[in-house]
């Protein structure tokens, strides 16, 4: 494409994704002076339409950003009642007793919410005090000013035909520009991962530790819903094939989520993570809950398990990380939400002491120290090795080896030290000679479904005409490297069924339905070759969760 000329505007902050640490940011900046230009761009089509967690929420995030939040209306309506823990075998279930757990595993105190109405609350107040919010609005490129800095992003790009030219209806999109830009993107950003790789921001870290989560909405029985209980379970069917382990929450109206999370550093290249979530389904457990009622909704996302020893640095000229842009979950906890508001939080005041003594364009270093030295350092910190241990040694040492070591650190210390991930999750894959097919049994379409069925139910939708933004860095790779050395794992680990691989006359070709993309990221993640990289498509499209 030649040079194109596109307007810009001039913001204090501008603000990159509408989730928890993007809409703190701006309520805070708004809270310290109200009259700071403030801009939040999102990629989805409303405000909440890319948002899928658990969700248990700890609000000491909202408490400190909001604290008459429940006189405001937040739709923090299921606290939590019931906490239980389950190792399942194939039929059975082992209780896992509360008492030895350390206290910052209870549940006491939190919430089951639909992330995706928190954050259209949250916009709802943003704006009241005069935050411009733009849905629909993805942000496409960086922009950088002449000293390197980070100053600004492209928005609003329409039109590109299949082959990236302009197209009829092109749009050149407009550039928005900051004293500072906070990417608020969630799991493996574009414009984050840019940002990493440009500065070196993971240099001297570990390398970040991803899952995929695979959630479902359903309406049940009112005779077997119990508000308010929360239900997490490990083991079956997973095994020793991979880690993670499942997630059910009993929400208001007769609805429960079922969730399913896969770590994605598992080596069998014929794991099926979504099968593994539809085999779950049929547990005794879940099936008894689940009879009789509709799944209404499904989604995925991947989500950042690296923890403490992963976090990259959070600053670059111009620049901030913030929430999952920099993977602040607390992985024992299944929980993010409440640090990505408090990172909001943070750079949000850090940003404000730096605009007030006239500065712009240079690192928010008081950012980064508040965040490792303060609520979410001092979170993530205690259960930085729970991960690692599972991954290195299994799920039993993770239960008492981790245990023990979030109990010690939680009296200031650690017997293990800090122990490092080692491999990222693409090379962490085998090859596919070392390791059995896995024979998964087929859906029923009762508790079980495939899942185009199931895409349907995400409401995505994407213009067709336009590029496609999964993009291969060399076509043949999926053919001539993935399919002999790994049997090609995009066909099973993406969980909207975006890769195929299909046969005309005996020559094999690699299919990329991104139409179907539920914008997981998994396959930017998990490719054994790097090859595919997730880049945004035109604002609006994707999946349109309704209360994830």
Known sequence: MA??????????????????????????????????????????????????????????????????????????????????????????????????????????????????????????????????????????????????????????????????????????????????????????????????????????????????????????????????????????????????????YHLDNNQVYVGFVVHLNYKNPHLFPYMEFQRFKHH????????????????????????WQSMPKLVAPGVALLGCSAGMVNVPRIKGNHNAMLSGKAAAEAAFDAIKAERSGDELSAYEVDVREGAIGDDLKKVRNVKPIWSKWGLTASLMLGGLDMWTNTLGFSLIGTVGHGKNDADSTESAAKHKPIDYPKPDGVLSFDRLTNVAFSFTNHEESQPAHLQLADPLVPISQNLPDYAEPAQRYCPAGVYEVVENDGVKDFVVNFQNCVHCKTCDIKDPAQNITWTTPQGGDGPNYPNM
Not at 52 to 81: F, H, T
Not at 113 to 138: K, L, T
């Open 3 to 248: 040079e194109i000329e596109r307007e810009a505007m001039e913001y204090d902050v501008v603000i990159v994704g509408a989730g928890p640490a993007g809409l703190s940011a701006a309520i805070r900046l708004k809270q310290l002076d109200e009259d700071l230009q403030v801009v939040v761009l999102e990629k989805g089509s409303e405000v909440g339409a890319h948002i899928l967690s658990g969700a248990v929420l700890d609000p000491c995030g909202l408490n400190a950003l909001i604290p008459d939040w429940k006189e405001k209306g937040a739709p923090l309506n299921v606290p939590v009642e019931e906490d239980n823990f389950y190792m399942l075998g194939e039929a059975g279930k082992i209780r896992i007793p509360n008492f030895p757990m350390p206290p910052l595993m209870n549940n006491h105190g939190n919430y089951i919410v639909s992330m995706g109405n928190v954050c259209r609350w949250m916009a709802e107040q943003a704006e009241e005090m005069g935050v411009e919010i733009f849905p629909g609005m993805a942000c496409s490129e960086l922009v950088y000013g002449d000293n390197g800095e980070v100053k600004g992003v492209v928005a609003g790009e329409f039109g590109k035909n299949a082959d990236g030219t302009a197209g009829p209806s092109y749009e050149p999109g407009m550039e928005l520009h900051g004293k500072y830009v906070f990417l608020s993107e969630g799991v493996r950003g574009s414009l984050s991962k840019e940002v990493i790789n440009k500065y070196d921001l993971a240099a001297g870290k570990e390398p970040q530790k991803y899952g995929v989560g695979m959630k479902e909405i359903w309406e049940i029985d009112p005779a077997k819903h119990k508000e308010g209980t929360v239900t997490h379970t490990m083991g079956w069917p997973l095994g020793s094939n991979a880690g993670g382990g499942s997630f059910i």
């Open 284 to 307: 005794p457990i879940v099936a008894n809950l689940l009879e009789g009622g509709k799944r209404v909704a499904y989604g995925a996302r991947a989500i950042t398990e690296g923890g």
